[in-house]
């Protein structure tokens, strides 16, 4: 019996090409339902409205820097325009391969690895249709945020430049044809790694290998210092300058086209109407091609991609081992917390990262310029760039702890009802998946305070206090993130990553930077009350700063694991 007119995705009355697109609407609409009702409707809306002005907040940010830095570079007489190109050049290769990596692990997800794959491919849906319509979800998911957010870097060029309208006009062709190119080049090289490997390892590997190139990356560039751009005295003579900045990128390479028209068309220099072609060939030859290797090998890579997960260390007896460290009632959640952390290379390559952050970080403590004091004023500066160091180190525990102890509960996904359905104490449940967490961020938080203090000279007795207010923080948003993440879980997220990535972990990040500042801000006060003697207020802004981060880290868990247990998941 053939399917009622108003569910048949192409009614045979409907010419092909009305059809086809008919069936694309069709196949997007669920992605644009379920977002419409989550600002209209979800729980969580209130969420998206803070995430949407914290945004805005960001967006300027980048807008003054942008326009600060073009307007430095602009104002080198001779250089400017030059350094202004190279800027626009450097970063739209920075975004390109960034896009082209994000599009190949989220190119995974959508062609091979999406939960409504089988529902999909069971519907009369032609292969081009689903082709283009999962093209349009993977360059959505992978793009837009770096679209959102590179319009004031091109916004602040066009203002502090005074472009013209065929600026603005280039950008609009540019800009979607660079970000579609970095799609289709994803989409056709995860294609051909899912015939090779399957699709769960392939995923693993690129997500291993974008955070080691990432880690890399921070490194290399903080160690090139490249706020030495703005200031030519540096170098021995202009000759030299100029040598540095110009290596040319490849010519093949597509960032280049679109900053030789971009940078064209805002200094009022002759169109390139080369490039302008080699854009537009390029985004047309890279979707057919990528067409073409989908039609070849989606069936084969699909096949693949349902190969189960070997388990491989779920006897191992290391981690029950490791968890004897721990509390009685917290070992067994933590022995399989370690078992899945092992396993998912998502989670332990930001080993890379972190280490890529603590590098930067201390690279960046010794490159700063103290040979400019002397004497008492530069002990005094010294040792107040130590004592600042717990505000940055609050931060990057606050960044480890959405990572990892936020997505603790979410990581259950569907199997969370046997959890629930065992004998475990709701608090003791967050506080055993907390340690996870808590482990990476007391070693990155003491590296990047006591670390940096030892090696900017700081006394022992301020590198003590350093030490021990990190912990309690370390404690603090600990049990904050778990909390957090226990009131709002996102079962359905395939990677701990998504989980980590929504309105409700940028809420927490919010609080946790408000804890650290708080004290800061104490500690601060303590500080300048004992320089003045007086000593009683030092010992009350103390107990206020153990008391908030014990209490923000106990008292929460407690009612989080109550509200877990009562909500009936």
Known sequence: MAPPTDVTLLAPD?????????????????????????????????LYVGLGGIGV????????????????????????????????????????????????????????????????????VARPTFHYARFVDTLTQSSWMMAVFGVPVFLAYGLRSQAGVAYYAALFFTIPSLLMLAANAGITI?????????????????????????????????????????????FQNAAAYVAQLSVPAPVLFPPRWASDVISATM??????????????????????????????????GWSRSQEARSARFYRSKVFDTLALAVPVAWRPHVSKELRVFVRDPAQWSQV????????????????????????????????????????????VMAAIAARFNFAAVSREGRAFWLVRAGPVDPATLLRAKSVLGFVPMMIVGQTVTVGSGWMLGAPGWLLAIESVTTMFLCYAMSGLAVSLGAVW?????????????????????????????????????????????????????????????????????????????????
Not at 193 to 199: D, E, G, I, K, Q
Request: proline share 4%; with cysteine; charged share 10%.
């Open 57 to 124: 907040l960001f967006w300027l940010l980048i807008f003054g820097s942008v326009y600060f830095l073009v307007g430095k570079f602009l104002d080198i007489e001779g250089f400017g325009p030059f350094l202004a190109r190279k800027l626009m050049e450097m970063l739209l290769a920075s975004l390109f391969v960034m896009l082209t990596f994000s599009n190949i692990i989220t190119a995974l997800s959508t062609y091979y690895l999406s939960d409504d794959l089988e529902l999909v491919l069971s519907l009369p």
């Open 267 to 300: 200094l009022y220099q002759p169109f390139p109407w080369t490039d302008a072609a080699l854009l537009l060939t390029g985004l047309l030859a890279s979707t057919a091609i990528a067409r073409w290797t989908t039609a070849w090998g989606f069936d084969n």
């Open 352 to 395: 890379f990262l972190l280490a890529g952050v603590c590098g930067v970080y201390l690279v960046s403590i010794h490159a700063l310029p103290f040979e400019a004091f002397q004497g008492q004023l530069l002990a005094s500066i010294k040792q107040a760039m130590s004592f600042l160091n717990l505000g940055m180190g609050g931060f």
């Open 190 to 234: 995860s294609t051909v790694l899912v015939n090779v490997f399957p699709a769960r390892r392939t995923r693993e590997l690129m997500v291993l290998l974008a955070v080691m190139m990432m880690a890399a990356l921070f490194v290399l560039l903080r160690t090139l210092r490249p706020e030495r751009l703005v200031d030519a005295q540096a």
């Open 489 to 569: 879980p996102d079962f359905r997220a395939d990677t701990a990553a998504r989980a980590a990535t929504g309105p409700a972990a940028v809420f927490f990040m919010v609080l946790a930077l408000t804890l650290d500042f708080v004290v800061l801000a104490l500690e601060v006060i303590a500080f300048y009350a004992g320089y003045l003697g007086h000593y009683a207020i030092v010992a009350l802004a103390a107990a206020l700063v153990v008391g908030l981060c014990v209490f923000v880290g106990t008292w929460p868990v407690q009612r989080a694991g109550r509200a877990l247990w009562a909500s009936g998941l």
């Open 14 to 46: 409907v010419p092909p090409a009305a059809g086809a697109v008919r069936q694309l609407r069709l196949l997007l609409s669920p992605r644009a339902q379920g977002f419409r009702n989550i600002l209209l409707r979800g729980e969580q809306r209130a």
